[in-house]
């Protein structure tokens, strides 16, 4: 199992670089192909609509043929669009290796998910699922420490990097990890495979998880409207260049991978997923506001980083209660799970993108009310669910 996990680990690393390094040279990067902050809004966007569109299908595809294949192709997947981004010369070749990355990329996420539930029971779930969040913090630790590190090189540079390490994952998927879901076990259905459809989600929303699943959808709107302007913010209101902004987010990431490997787990067995999810919200949104005052690059780091730590236990606290309550696949529930959550960071990075050209504080006043909401809702619709001891 350790070997297992380690392999995973590894492979949600190097997916989340591979987002990662854009991060802090992202504005750098759009604007010397002659792209505005529009052009960089929908550049995240795109990569979130694909996932939101083939993650389902991903989940349901592992439910019947097993995990390992899917994990494969995301491997895989991550590497060839790592180097179509080294050699976009133009805007709309950027944006189509960007939206091809969303595809296959996330076949990674619902799979590596399932597999976590596939290879533990219900009081270790916690526990895996806040090892697949810290592989998300050390992703996003690496990923803009490098793209803002070798963007002395080249812009172009960090992508082919990040490329080797998918070749790597592959290799270690391909001979070390077993399969976790055996073939008596995978879901046998003579119905179309299909991808998210308004009615699939809609389905999904009005079913006895749905709230857990809007909370997919805000806790990734809300992150978004940080991650989405950061270095456009950061360059706007204090200069910073690309390497600054991937110092702040290197500094703040450690800290995030640490929360989610060491705490979300024991956090989750002793006081709940519920009350983990509540906290993480309404710290999140005092997180948000926070930012706002800060000055200074060492505040900057204080109040960034305090964000980033509350909001580190959301994401695999509601994928962990997921899990624990679907009545579907384990496959199906993460990859309704990822399409929700793709849907937020749809939506988040542009619309923080156009309340920025408004005004410069808005994406983190409007991310503080969603979260606040959010934790309304929680109090209202979320139950205290029995700790399993």
Do not use: H
């Not at 204080?302 to 580190?312: D, E, K, P, R």
């Amino acid at each position: 199992m350790n070997r297992t996990i380690a392999i995973l680990f590894f492979t949600l690393v190097v997916v989340m670089v591979g987002f990662g390094v854009i991060i802090p040279l992202l504005p750098f990067y759009v604007t010397s192909m002659g792209g505005s902050g529009i052009s960089m809004g929908i550049l995240m966007a795109i990569f979130a609509f694909m996932q939101f569109l083939f993650s389902p299908l991903w989940g349901d595809l592992s439910d019947r043929y097993g995990r390992k294949p899917f994990l494969m192709i995301g491997a895989l997947g991550n590497g060839i669009t790592m180097l179509l981004m080294a050699y976009s010369t133009e805007l709309w070749m950027l944006f189509a290796a960007r939206a091809l990355a969303g595809v296959l990329s996330s076949a990674t996420m619902p799979t590596a998910m399932a597999y976590i539930s596939d290879s533990t029971d219900e009081k270790e779930r916690g526990s895996g699922m806040g090892i697949i969040g810290a592989a998300f913090g050390v992703g996003m630790v690496l990923g803009p420490g490098i793209g803002g590190g070798m963007s002395d090189i080249s812009l172009s540079a960090p992508f082919f990097l990040a490329a080797g390490l998918s070749v790597v994952a592959l290799a270690f998927i391909w001979f070390f990890l077993p399969e976790s879901l055996p073939k008596e076990k995978r879901l046998k259905s003579e119905k179309k495979i299909q991808g998210p459809q308004i009615k699939t989600l809609w389905d999904a929303l009005i079913s006895p998880i749905g709230f857990l699943f809007a909370l997919a959808f805000l806790l990734s709107f809300g992150l978004t409207n940080f991650e989405g302007v950061f270095g456009l913010y950061a360059d706007y209101r204090y200069g910073y260049d690309a390497k600054t902004v991937g110092l702040v987010l290197t500094m703040i990431g450690i800290s995030s991978a640490v929360v989610q490997g060491a705490l979300t787990g024991p956090a989750i067995r002793r006081w709940g997923d519920s009350a983990v999810i509540k906290v993480s919200l309404i710290a999140s949104a005092f997180g948000f506001l926070l930012m706002l005052t800060a000055g200074r690059l060492s505040t900057v780091m204080l109040t960034t980083g305090f964000f980033v730590v509350s909001n580190a236990m959301l994401r695999p606290s509601v994928a962990s209660l997921i899990s624990k309550k679907t009545a579907q696949g384990q496959g199906i529930a993460m990859g309704l799970n990822n399409s929700f959550m793709s849907l937020g960071r749809i939506v988040g990075p542009i619309w923080a993108g156009v309340v920025l050209d408004i005004n410069l504080n808005y994406p983190y006043i409007t991310g503080a009310v969603i979260m606040a909401l959010g934790f309304i809702a929680a109090l209202i619709f979320l139950k205290k669910e029995p700790v399993i001891a």
